[in-house]
């Protein structure tokens, strides 16, 4: 499926066909294998999510709801500038976006900063440890 000028409609179609067929691969899996081998096998298929999940969370509406009283709000530019120096990794957790003092429903994750997939409808972010 082409990637470009997809509806959200049509990336979640995407992803569901791509779960399918992880479901399917896995069923066919040996598991005498290692698992670094399992990554090889599905990564063209968890990438092409990670792609369509990226995709779709720049595009998608947002919704707004109270911000909670655990996590680190800063700025999406301070977020930015540690993501470029490897101070956040996708591993550390995620954030979410924040507009007018309440979480957005759309997350980041360091990735789209360095991929430069970064929603220009914020300038706040709220940042979640694992």
């Known amino acids: 499926m082409e990637k470009t000028n997809l509806t959200i409609e049509q990336i979640d179609a995407e992803i569901k ?8 691969k896995d069923k066919k899996w040996d598991y005498s294998k290692s698992f670094d081998e399992y990554e090889r096998y599905m990564a063209d298929e968890y990438n092409q999510i990670s792609t369509l999940d990226q995709m779709k969370r720049m595009m998608m509406p947002y919704e707004l709801s109270e911000l909670p009283d655990y996590g680190d709000v800063m700025s999406l530019k301070d ?3 540690d993501c470029k120096c490897g101070n956040f990794i996708d591993y550390d ?9 309440k979480e957005s429903n759309i997350m ?15 300038d706040t972010i ?4 694992r």
């Open 17 to 24: 066909r791509l779960h399918s067929v992880i479901s399917e």
């Open 93 to 101: 957790g995620h954030g979410y976006y924040v507009k007018d003092g």
């Open 108 to 122: 980041i994750h360091p990735s789209d900063v360095i991929d430069g997939a970064i929603r220009p409808d914020f």
């Open 79 to 81: 977020f930015i500038e």
């Open 126 to 129: 709220i940042w979640y440890n």
